[in-house]
């Protein structure tokens, strides 16, 4: 037999633990179902510097433990399983895992994205020292020292100009010759006295000793290859929702994100989404916290 | 001469605190407008046991004072003023207030919204010890005991729904005969066997020793006066958000509330609004925190 929940929640980051705060808080029979390490991707972080209420910084594995804490204290139930699918029967929502199956009367999706990654040397060794996935979080460590941006997007560009104001130079290294963003991103980078382009260029791998200090490059056309001096790199090539086996069942984009109205409600009345794996998300750990206590509190509407 | 930031926040609760942290990482200058103290109403709250991160709960005040010293600690400004005015004049905003006038490229608006009270004897005194205006942040206080909710409209139907997975008995008194609710909700109050209802009934005077014990309460029909043991009165009767200066600045609704995208913006390009001053906003410190990061976010990307 299935057993049931009044709230089943996929994913154990800010979105996916706050949304069990508060559902439990609300006396909702509450799942947590998180596929690797409860606190998600930000477990990663090692000074997380801009979640209000810290003001010395906290680590994310830190961060994510004290709220899983506090929401298990009023009585979210955590599962270590993957999600598989979701099926809808006769108004019923079935969460499918590779433990067993779940039949939940609301379900709140908050399985996040995934930043993609160059998958060249230096890179995994390299993260947190010196490689980053966030110029929001990461910026302030690079003041007065040259930086790398990887990427063409309208996200790449904007990273690159923030970046600006703590950087003594930006090097944006793009594989095309020209950027893929809003022409006038593009007229304001380009006005930008502190960031330089590499054009039609790529990363071969990442060096440094104990943080990085030096990228390997090559030109795509002319295959030529240099160094570059720098003390950081940010990438900026995409993200990649946690929504493979949603195909089907709720509408996604053509990026794989879900759309939700402000009630974080999808198409599908009862299921919510919170956080990354929201089309549009500010993918910040407290923008993604209040987005699960936004579902959470429209989940509860929902099921009296 | 006015003086000048990139951004002006107006108030100085979750909302206006998390925006000014951002918008102060982003080395945007920026200035925070409390006409208060710096909290908001928050600061009232003797234990916030919902704010994602604190799993033994934080005091209102501490929790608020733990983000002000987070945002200064990377530039943010704090002035003790208040807010008199908006002024757009030649692609300039000018906030004006009791200390000073000053002028900024993008203005978040975070003023929150008041509660309206009952202004009775001993709504004040027990404010905190038994009388409530949060049934999401409270309820828990209240596990097995007769609570009484004060209004009709949706907002308290559903508090009275919420409350009844904790308290032994929910009291709904009104002072009229019938709910101003929806069918659907009327339905399932009616159908809530802990929930009873006063009509035409309005509390005098909330009594106890150290905490609260009893309502002295009145029916406004027949004039009889009579009293109701309860251990906490939870007052649902809205909402006033602080927007009265910005009348013929931005437009309001009825309530006076400001309608915002996704983005927390507003009708004019480059004011936001953040936190419970929005219409729709679920008023948790940890939303309003989430939404004042969005507004950061859109101010520099406004602002650049």
């Not at 809808?88 to 939940?104: H, P, Y």
């Amino acid at each position: 037999m299935n057993k049931e929940y009044e709230v089943v929640i996929i994913g154990g980051g800010p979105a996916g633990l706050s949304a069990g705060l508060y559902t439990s808080r609300a006396r909702l029979s509450s799942l947590l179902i998180e596929r690797g390490l409860v606190g998600g991707q930000i477990v990663n972080a090692e000074l997380v510097e801009n979640y209000p209420g810290f003001p010395e910084g906290i680590s994310g594995l830190e961060l994510t433990q004290l709220m899983h804490q506090q929401a298990t204290k009023y009585g979210l139930e955590t599962l270590l399983a993957e999600t598989t699918g979701i099926e809808l029967k006769e108004g019923q929502k079935v969460v499918k895992t590779t433990e067993a199956n779940f039949i939940a009367k609301a379900v709140i999706i908050a399985g996040g994205s995934e930043r993609a990654k160059l998958g060249i040397p230096g890179e995994k060794e390299f993260t947190g020292k010196g490689v980053s996935y966030c110029a929001t979080c990461d910026a302030a460590f690079f003041k007065g020292e040259p930086i790398a941006v990887v990427g063409g997007g309208d996200a790449a560009i904007t990273e690159a100009r923030h970046l600006t104001r703590f950087a003594s130079k930006v090097i944006v290294i793009h594989r095309r010759h020209q950027l893929r963003t809003s022409r006038i991103l593009q007229e304001k980078a380009f006005a930008e006295p502190k960031i330089e382009f590499l054009w039609n260029t790529i990363v071969e791998e990442i060096k440094g000793e104990e943080v990085v200090q030096q990228l390997s490059l090559r030109n795509v056309i002319t295959g030529e290859k240099f160094t570059l001096d720098v003390a950081g790199i940010f990438m900026s090539i995409g993200f990649k929702p946690n929504t493979a086996y949603l195909k089907g069942v709720l509408p996604l984009d053509a990026a794989g994100y879900i759309t939700t109205n402000e009630k974080m409600g999808t198409e599908i009345p009862g299921i919510f989404a919170a956080g990354d794996i929201r089309y549009n998300s500010a993918q910040q750990a407290v923008t993604a916290a209040g987005d699960g206590v936004t579902a959470a509190i429209y989940a509860e509407i929902f099921i009296r």
